[in-house]
């Protein structure tokens, strides 16, 4: 009994940190995923007002996800259109997300 729950605990100390990372690099993906939908609506020319239910209704992340789009639109539609049409928004996101 004592081996198996020093085993458990030296398992569980090692996949802590990969789980956690693993969490963070799903987070950090549908959150990458949000930015590349706004991204997309800019390009597609959807009226700034109206992007939170188009990219809503278009979803394939978890609902919970969905309050980021009003966070996301202004910065995507500040920029530029030739940057917004050449630059990868989302990789940018997800590599910022997964330095914090």
């Not at 910065?75 to 914090?100: F, G, I, N, P, T």
């Amino acid at each position: 009994m004592v081996k198996y729950f020093v085993v458990s605990a030296v398992v569980a100390a090692f996949c802590g940190p990969a789980m956690a990372a693993s969490k963070k690099e799903t987070d950090c993906g549908h959150q990458a995923a949000v930015v590349a939908a706004v991204q997309q609506a800019r390009i597609d020319r959807i009226g700034e007002r109206k992007v939170p239910a188009h990219v809503a209704a278009r979803a394939t992340w978890p609902d919970r996800y969905n309050t980021a789009i009003t966070l996301v639109t202004p910065w995507v539609y500040e920029m530029k259109m030739r940057d917004v049409k050449s630059q990868d928004l989302s990789a940018a996101w997800k590599e910022m997300c997964l330095s914090q």
